[in-house]
């Protein structure tokens, strides 16, 4: 594409600089529509005449796709002034792959220019997207949140036609509430390596399904496509990351339970976290964890923590070393989101070398069980030792229920078990068996995508069902419909 050629129109402009506006006004990240890199972004990349479009692709939120269309309607009401010329040129110096624009964005003068670019009228700060707060602050009144709640009906009560002008997507949007202990890289948005951080990080992943999505897949571009983010119309996309302050995580976590439930979408305020393996990558975590959101059709919180795994076959012994350091920190996530959001419930997967890490925050836990809304844990394919497993399994008998999946085919658990010269608990061979532990033998799963043989859990059909029956239903062994119960033995296999 010929970006030399690309043309803005003045409503263009009036939104991109309306947006910019509201972003530079608050530091909160959930009263914003998108964020301002998006924005340079957008304004750099998206073809002549579909500027609005491209960016209304790329919101997740409902919220913020009502309010931006709000604005949309209502362009022709912003009015630009003088500085908009040159916030303008300043809009068209942005780097088109973004490596910039972030200093861009953080440079003062760009923000005074944007400031002194646009002025919005009195029927605009009405709706959400504004919240009232910069232009009643000017005026030295600061609106009250029953004020705004007032405020904000009185605007939807006059929408009356605003949902019949919303367009279906091929593609369902969700919000991933990431914790990592991944050292956060320097340059431009926000990216995650494979090294360790040494804190945890809290944030937001902004993820689409496509319509087209096959249950159990993470729908990638080939590695020769040129556009390696993916098509949402096709493939697994992350949108959008965000970090922020634990605070402001957790009130966003709040605040995405309580209108979900309103608005009838969540039955309950209940939580699902997933905790990755080896050999993965920041944003694979982020794939599997909407991917198991949208097939479990899970109608709660998607977590996830993500630690410090470098993302490469040949990493396994630093990984191994990085997923024990994480233990603290899977702590103190754990503890924030089961004492500080009022779940109801929480349902853990852990995969492959993951459930080192949680497994040795759950044997030490200075909490009381009993206190902590944890319902099911699922160990999938668990990198551990067997004889260390069978010591950590005395506090299983604190939780609902606690499903082991494992397989004599796995063959990443039976090279680690070469490696370590021990059997692992994930290798069933022999399966572990012990009070207050539903194992399950899935041996007969085959391989997967992969060709590891080391996904099953959430790559083939009848695992995938039977973790569906788990996690939706919270259903016990004897419940289910596609495993049976070895005579003799006191655990399941795969049908």
């Not at 043309?7 to 991109?16: H, P, Q, V, Y």
Request: glycine fraction near 6%; proline fraction near 3%; hydrophobic fraction near 40%.
């Amino acid at each position: 594409m010929d970006r030399t050629n690309i043309e803005r129109t003045s409503a263009d402009l009036a939104i991109a600089l309306a947006i910019l506006h509201q972003n530079f006004s608050t530091n909160l990240s959930y009263k914003r529509i998108i964020s301002s890199t998006q924005i340079l972004l957008c304004w750099k990349n998206a073809p002549t005449g579909t500027f609005v479009e491209v960016l209304e692709s790329r919101i997740l939120k409902k919220s913020a796709l009502h309010e931006f269309k709000y604005l949309t309607k209502n362009a022709d009401k912003v009015r630009l002034l003088a500085a908009a010329t040159e916030a303008r040129a300043m809009l068209d110096s942005a780097d088109n792959r973004g490596h910039d624009n972030l200093k861009i964005i953080k440079n003062d003068h760009f923000r005074f220019i944007i400031e002194q670019s646009v002025r919005l009228p009195q029927e605009l700060i009405i709706g959400e997207w504004i919240v009232g707060r910069m232009q009643a602050q000017r005026i030295g009144q600061l609106l009250t949140k029953s004020e705004l709640h007032n405020i904000r009906s009185l605007w939807w009560k006059s929408e009356k036609n605003f949902e019949s002008d919303t367009v279906s997507e091929p593609f369902t949007r969700y919000v991933v509430h990431y914790g990592t202990d991944r050292l956060q890289e320097p340059g431009t948005g926000v990216k995650f390596g494979g090294y360790r951080g040494g804190k945890v990080t809290y944030g937001l992943a902004e993820v689409s399904i496509p319509d087209t999505h096959i249950r159990g897949q993470t729908e990638r571009p080939s590695m020769w496509s040129y556009n390696q983010k993916g098509n949402p119309n096709k493939h697994i996309v992350i949108h959008n990351v965000e970090t922020c302050e634990l605070t402001e995580w957790l009130e966003q976590a709040r605040s995405y339970l309580e209108k979900a439930i309103k608005a009838q979408e969540f039955g309950s305020q209940e939580g699902l976290l997933f905790i990755h393996g080896y050999n993965v990558n920041f944003e694979e975590a982020i794939w599997r964890s909407a991917q198991l959101c949208h097939d479990l059709k899970f109608q709660g919180l998607m977590m996830c923590f993500s630690w410090a795994s470098l993302g490469i076959t040949k990493g396994y012994i630093p990984d191994t070393a990085s997923v024990d350091a994480s233990a603290l920190h899977l702590e103190e996530y754990l503890t924030h989101i089961t004492k500080e959001l009022n779940l109801s419930a929480l349902h853990i997967i852990a995969h492959s070398m993951g459930n080192r890490a949680l497994l040795s925050v759950l044997e030490k836990w200075t909490v009381v069980p009993s206190d902590v809304p944890i319902s099911q844990i699922v160990l999938a394919a668990p990198d551990i030792d067997s004889d260390r497993f069978k010591q950590i399994g005395r506090v299983f008998n604190s939780y609902e229920q606690v499903t082991l999946y494992a397989s004599k085919t796995d063959r990443a658990i039976l090279a680690s078990a070469k490696v370590h010269k021990n059997p692992r608990a994930g290798g069933a061979d022999p399966m572990i068996v012990m009070n207050h532990l539903s194992a399950i033998d899935v041996s007969s799963a085959g391989k997967d995508m992969f060709g590891l043989g080391h996904s099953y859990f959430a790559n083939t059909s009848k695992v995938f069902s039977d973790l569906f029956s788990i996690i939706r239903h919270r259903h016990k062994p004897s419940q289910r419909v596609d495993i049976r119960k070895i005579k003799g033995k006191n655990y399941w296999e795969l049908t």
